[in-house]
């Protein structure tokens, strides 16, 4: 980058690269636009349908009653407490989770994609665990660690630990043969072949799972709050559902999916900032 | 070549390595090869494709077991990695996350090496390769040819006594390839270390060697030796144009030849 000085502009070349500019941006424009109008045609939709009784109001709700209760939560707070601090309690449940399932799965699955032994011994287990549909352990965690954020806790964890598992294995079984072998030859023990080598190689295996997974924690801190808690997300969306309140239900839904979709976009930060070393997928036509 | 008394850098006898397939059949890669390198020599080895050429490397560099056989370095029978051995790969090997830097002194920190000291010699050899503007670059900013040099680099600064070289030019145009041969010889003269550099490019194989081993259809093993005696220092695009250049690389393309017209009649019974 500090090498490319640009070469004197010409005329033609100052045109051209600005009528590229300017298409280019047109057009980015032209997507927003038409990303904007599908959202307010569907809401628009719903909220006339709504108002003409053509879906029922009372099932389907309409958006200007969701707003009105996102409105109301955030000014007067919730029956639980403020709208932050369930919101706060789920994120707390779910990061939790998170980062117990992904550091779990990391160094398990590490191990046993370095360690041959270990993977033959833990294998079969591993499978047969994976096998279980582990949503329907929620319940069983709410008995075991009460309706605290333990059991939403646990429920985040066993549903992340899995595919950030599988994807570390899969990255630690992968690493590029050459580079360990180079790597042996340049003097590198087992121990740092382990932490030099295969643990970075695997980093782009593992980020891939870092985002499903987090959107699985929250799925986990979601439903266990649903089954039985004092505080969170979950509950409200189980509350707002008790008093047939569907307006509620809906609000609790578009503030879960603000919320994922914004620590994705800090996901996706960080990942960038750690995979520097990459080359940038998106190649600006070199 | 070989002083009396003096070990020999590389010694095989009787080599032999077979690999098991997936199907569960035995592979023999290499068979009963016996190959002496002595100390500061140049050897090249030239055989047909998959032949059995860089899992003779493996068997010198540690990084795999002869079946049979044994494989000598300076006298010292070999068990494990050699820290005295140098592998320069076919394939890219420099680490994509480290910088340029980094993957130079990669060697002589995993070898316990303080990182000041082992920067400075970083830097150094970087300078002598001709990168040392770029040490701050990744591999994927960089040519091919500019990666190849991040890689002798790499392998020199851990000052190889022997220095294992896999077609590490087979990837660069021809222009490159001839540069990198000059600096390779380069680089080489000052080290007093024993080179084996395979390769497919027998031009490549005589400018650089004092001699040129070719190698069997595979399961390869020694078929003829012969000893190029171009004066030195050499450089690739002059020592090309000496008659005794054409006259050696008749001669070892009439043995060659025939191995590999045995490689490409068997490839048409069964994939190679
Ligand atoms: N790890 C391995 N497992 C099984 N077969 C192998 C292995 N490495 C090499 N071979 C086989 O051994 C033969 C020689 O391979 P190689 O030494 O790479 O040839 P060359 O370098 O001369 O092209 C080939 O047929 C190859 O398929
Ligand atoms: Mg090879």
Same mark, same amino acid.
């Given at each position: 980058m500090p090498l490319e000085t640009a070469p004197a502009p010409t005329p033609a070349t100052v045109t051209r690269t600005e009528v590229r500019e300017r298409a280019a941006r047109n057009r980015r424009l032209r997507v927003l636009g038409a990303r904007a109008g599908v959202l307010v045609a569907f809401l628009g939709l719903w909220e006339i349908c709504a108002r003409q009784k053509i879906i029922d109001p009372f099932n389907f709700s309409q958006p200007s009653r969701i707003w009105d209760q996102i409105w109301q939560w955030t000014t007067h707070g919730t029956a639980q407490g403020s709208l932050g601090e369930q919101i706060g309690y789920t994120l707390y449940e779910a990061l939790t989770g998170w980062v117990l399932g992904v550091v779990g799965g990391v160094l398990l699955g590490i191990a046993l994609g370095r360690i041959r032994f270990l993977a033959d011994v833990f294998g079969p287990y591993i499978k047969v665990l994976n096998a279980i549909p582990r949503i329907v352990l929620a319940p069983i965690f709410l008995i075991w660690f009460g309706l605290g954020p333990a059991s939403k806790v646990a429920s985040a964890v066993v549903l992340v630990f899995f595919p950030v598992f599988f994807n570390a294995f899969q990255g630690a079984r992968e690493v590029d043969r050459n580079l360990v072998a180079n790597a042996r030859i340049l003097g590198a023990g087992n121990r740092k072949v382990t932490l030099q080598v295969v643990i970075p190689a695997a980093t782009s295996w593992i980020f891939t799972s870092l985002h499903v997974s987090f959107g699985f924690a929250l799925i986990g801190a979601i439903v266990g709050e649903y089954i039985g808690a004092t505080k969170g997300l979950g509950l409200m969306v189980a509350a707002a559902q008790g008093t047939f309140n569907a307006a509620g239900v809906y609000a609790a839904m578009t503030i879960l999916a603000v919320v994922a979709l914004l620590t994705e976009g800090l996901l996706t930060f960080a990942e960038k900032r750690l995979f520097r070393w990459k080359p940038a997928d998106s190649g600006d036509g070199r | 070549m070989n002083l009396p008394g003096a070990a020999p850098a590389i010694e095989l006898t009787g080599a032999t390595k077979r690999f098991r397939t997936p199907s569960g059949t035995l592979h023999t890669a290499v068979r009963d090869l016996? &190959? #002496?390198?002595?100390?500061?020599?140049?050897?090249?080895?030239? %055989?047909?494709?998959?032949?059995?050429?860089?899992?003779? &490397? #493996?068997?010198?560099?540690?990084?795999?077991?002869?079946?049979? %056989?044994?494989?000598?370095?300076?006298?010292?029978?070999?068990?494990?990695?050699?820290?005295?051995?140098?592998?320069?790969?076919?394939?890219?090997?420099?680490f994509p996350w480290r910088t340029v830097l980094s993957n130079v002194t990669a060697g002589p920190r995993f070898r316990g090496v303080p990182a000041a000291e082992a920067r400075e010699k970083a830097r150094d050899w970087l300078a002598r390769v001709g990168l040392a503007a770029f040490e701050d670059r990744y591999p994927h900013q960089l040519s091919g040819g500019m990666r190849k040099r991040v890689a002798l680099a790499q392998t020199f600064v851990n000052d190889p006594r022997i220095l294992l070289m896999d077609e590490p030019f087979s990837a660069l145009d021809v222009q490159t390839r001839a540069l990198m041969s000059d600096q390779l010889l380069d680089l080489w003269a000052g080290t007093g270390s024993s080179v084996v550099f395979v390769t497919h490019d027998l031009d490549e194989a005589i400018a650089l060697a004092d001699r040129v081993v070719v190698m069997t259809a595979g399961p390869a093993t020694v078929k003829e030796i012969f000893t190029v005696d171009l004066p030195r220092p050499r450089t690739v695009e002059a020592v090309r144009l000496e008659p005794r250049f054409v006259e050696l690389y008749r001669e070892i393309w009439a043995s060659l030849g025939e191995e590999v017209r045995i490689t490409r009649e068997r490839g048409a019974g069964h994939a190679a």
């Open positions: - | 016996d &190959l #002496t390198v002595a100390p500061s020599e140049f050897v090249a080895v030239v %055989g047909p494709t998959g032949c059995g050429k860089s899992t003779t &490397l #493996t068997l010198v560099s540690g990084l795999e077991e002869p079946t049979e %056989g044994e494989v000598r370095v300076y006298g010292e029978h070999v068990a494990g990695i050699n820290p005295n051995v140098g592998f320069v790969f076919q394939q890219d090997a420099v």
